[in-house]
């Protein structure tokens, strides 16, 4: 079974930073392309940031472009977000998604193009 966990999620002060981490289970990350997203109250589910199964390309919403990166640990099979300069406006539950690709140098940055997803974690940033 194909199972992922978000945790680092928290609340935090504006300017402040969070790490987002989400543990892969019943398969291997070596074999997906990773995203993470977000979901506002009241809004709908965006794109946050993605990285391609090969982990050479990344890609980036304009809004956390500069301020989060995304990256990989095969070795834990672990996908992270780091997240520094936070601003109020980034709070949301966010998740990380998984889709089974055999292309190692593209992204997927459409909720639809996922298969797998997490529950996600609540990151609230005070102003």
């Known amino acids: 079974e194909v199972q992922l966990v978000e945790s680092g999620g928290g609340l935090v002060q504006a300017g402040g930073s969070l790490r987002l981490s989400c543990a892969a289970s019943g398969f291997t990350i070596d074999n997906a392309a990773i995203g993470w997203f977000r979901q506002a109250p009241g809004k709908e589910r965006e794109g946050v940031a993605a990285?391609?199964?090969?982990?050479?390309?990344?890609q980036y919403a304009d809004s956390v472009k500069g301020r989060f990166t995304i990256s990989k640990d095969s070795t834990k099979n672990m996908v992270y977000l780091q997240m520094n300069g936070l601003k109020p406006e980034d709070t949301a539950v966010y998740y990380c998604a998984l889709e089974y690709t055999i292309y190692t140098s593209i992204v997927r940055t459409s909720s639809s193009e996922y298969d797998y997803w997490g529950r996600g974690t609540q990151v609230t940033v005070s102003s």
């Open positions: 990285i391609s199964r090969g982990a050479d390309v990344v």
